[in-house]
């Protein structure tokens, strides 16, 4: 079975840093793309990054650029999202999600439990 394990969230203040790291195991990782998503308290789940594990292309959401980092590490079958100089608008439940492809969607097939990120201000 495909499973997703998000990991990392805490409570951090105005431009603090945390990492993120999504451990996944039942599937071909190398096939596979991973993204990190996240849904903030009243809004809608938004895609923040992604990796395509078999290229390592990225891809980032405008508002994140030049703060966040996806990597990946293949040989322990983990996804990190770095995340430096962190707002409180990054407040949010992060979740990591998966498919097969070198594209992530809203609508990926495997999802993780989340981790939860305050950022205070």
């Known amino acids: 079975d495909v499973q997703l394990q998000a990991s990392g969230g805490g409570v951090v203040q105005f431009g603090g840093s945390l990492r993120l790291s999504c451990a996944a195991s039942g599937f071909a990782f190398d096939d596979f793309a991973i993204g990190w998503y996240r849904q903030a308290p009243g809004k809608e789940r938004e895609g923040v990054s992604c990796?395509?594990?078999?290229?390592?292309?990225?891809f980032y959401r405008q508002s994140v650029k030049g703060r966040f980092t996806i990597s990946s590490d293949a040989a322990k079958n983990t996804v990190y999202q770095q995340m430096d100089s962190l707002t409180p608008e990054d407040t949010a439940v992060y979740y990591c999600?998966?498919?097969?492809?070198?594209?992530?969607?809203?609508?990926?097939?495997?999802w993780g439990k989340g981790t939860l990120v305050t950022v205070s201000s």
């Open positions: 999600a998966a498919r097969r492809g070198i594209e992530c969607y809203d609508n990926m097939p495997y």
């Open positions: 990796i395509s594990n078999s290229d390592g292309k990225t």
